[in-house]
Nanobody, 118 residues
């Protein structure tokens, strides 16, 4: 089992910045990728950013050049630095971890709300 706990959400004005944090605990050695997804009201979930062990990253086109994902392996943390926030970034953001198993599976955090509004 891997437990994920997010923090750092809140209300920010358009153009502002916010950093989300996610702490992993449990069977962390089995994690081979971590990322962030989001879901806005009435919309499908969207993968925002993902980092695979070794450092390879990928981003949704809508956030590339504005968001940065990073990991601190010593602290079992993953972060999402969000700059240039827009109202359309408003959503619940979820941390996720891909875990080796039989079969492989994905764990999810409880989510943290990000609201971008003047």
């Amino acid at each position: 089992q891997v437990r994920l706990v997010e923090s750092g959400g809140g209300l920010v004005q358009p153009g502002g910045s916010l950093t989300l944090s996610c702490e992993a605990s449990g069977s962390i050695r089995r994690i081979w990728a971590m990322g962030w997804s989001r879901q806005a009201p009435g919309k499908q979930p969207e993968l925002v950013a993902r980092m695979i062990d070794g450092g390879m990253t990928n981003y949704a086109d809508s956030v590339a050049e504005r968001f940065t994902i990073s990991r601190d392996y010593a602290k079992n943390m993953v972060y999402l630095q969000m700059n240039g926030l827009r109202p359309e970034d408003t959503a619940v953001y979820y941390c996720n971890a891909d875990i080796r198993g039989d079969p492989d599976f994905t764990s999810w955090g409880q989510g943290t709300q990000v609201t971008v509004s003047a």
